[in-house]
């Protein structure tokens, strides 16, 4: 089965947390702090896999997590980085956030590429002592690995793109042309994944693509030819197969100026990329009909070819002309990573920190903020400069602010998590 586009969901690993540890040292009250920090967490790496020709895989398994940094030791003791996860993909996968369709990366390289960050780990407690602070009796949490969730899309890394209607010859053609050898028959859609063949001419060659057969209301979703048009976005040159003989009733100019049209309403840039055109099927063609449609093509300032993918007629005329076209084009497109915009931005610093306070009664307040729970695991109750830190945290994040906006009186009782404790401001 050829699976092309799927949903999986991806984190990385948190970092470790920071230790909280003392030594005895002579003449240091308490024994000097020597909490280490933790590990960093695992990235979740993509790789290209030329293996790996379908997304088929990522069907069955959905979820794909990085491990979690080792927390700090004493004696100044880092935890141990996490290793990353890989994730084996085939080349020419974009992977986008799902949410926001936003590019995080094209597996079209060699290099792995980092798309989910794992966490730094959190600092110890010996990062903390200060000549008026000794013995810090708290650390820092490890931070959180980045997580989304992805929509891996397959694109095709062709130099050239076979089109046209069903059973125009598409398959015929890039048989002949490379070694690919496609389903042939004499019914529409043969053809129902695409077909990459290398073709070589001198000592050089190029990669081509034959697309299966698109219909009119393609880029609508009619027919196979929606779910496969975006692999022809990265072609650098469109080869436009046209059946000239109409031998199953359909028009060669009507039928040509359907396909583009579907291209145009996929994609104005799809429309715009370099054409020629394969009159196919010559050998059971009339003379009239071919000059009518070179005639049509020719007024259009297209590359016209006469060919008979049966016969291998004209095909070399056509690879030749594909090559020396392609001598002047770009290469292949690779799609950069998209920055966050200023409200994605906004929007993810508002949830890094988002909180709620519940009044539950008149003097029972309940705070509710996932990203506070690494944090209170840190923390000393029963050491005062803990509390202090601890305090900073509420008050810097707007916590406090919020609890007083909600009407909280001192001594009237504040819940977060399992912790609790008498409000004084």
Sequence with gaps: MFVDIVKISIKAGDGGNGAVSFHREKYVNAGGPDGGNGGKGGDIVFVADDSLSTLIDFRYKKKYSAQNGAPGGARRSSGKSAPDTIIKVPRGTIVKETET???????????????????????????????????????????PGEHFDVTLELKLLADVGLVGFPNVGKSSLISVVSAAKPEIANYHFTTITPVLGVVKYGEKSFVMADIPGLIEGASEGIGLGHAFLRHVERCRLIVHVVDVSEIEGRNAIEDFEKINTELANFSEELAQ????????????????????????????????????????????????????????????????AQPLTIEQLQKQAEEKHSFTVKKVDAHYYMVEAEWLAPILSTVNMDDYESLQYFQRVLRYSGIIDALIEAGIEEEDTVSIFDFEFSFMN
């Design 101 to 143: 369709g936003r590019i995080l990366a094209d597996i079209s390289g060699n290099e792995p590429v980092i798309v989910a960050k794992g966490g730094k780990g959190g600092k110890g407690n010996m990062n903390f002592a200060t000549p008026t602070r000794q013995i810090p009796r708290f650390a820092k949490p490890g931070y």
């Design 273 to 336: 990329r370099p054409q020629i055109v394969a009159a196919n099927k010559a050998d059971i063609a009339t003379e009239e009909q071919i000059a009518a449609f070179r005639k049509y093509i020719e007024e259009k300032g297209l590359p016209f070819f006469v060919i008979s993918a049966a016969t291998a007629s004209g095909t070399k005329e056509l690879v030749d002309a594909i090559a020396e076209k392609l001598e002047d084009l770009p290469p292949v497109i690779r799609y950069e």
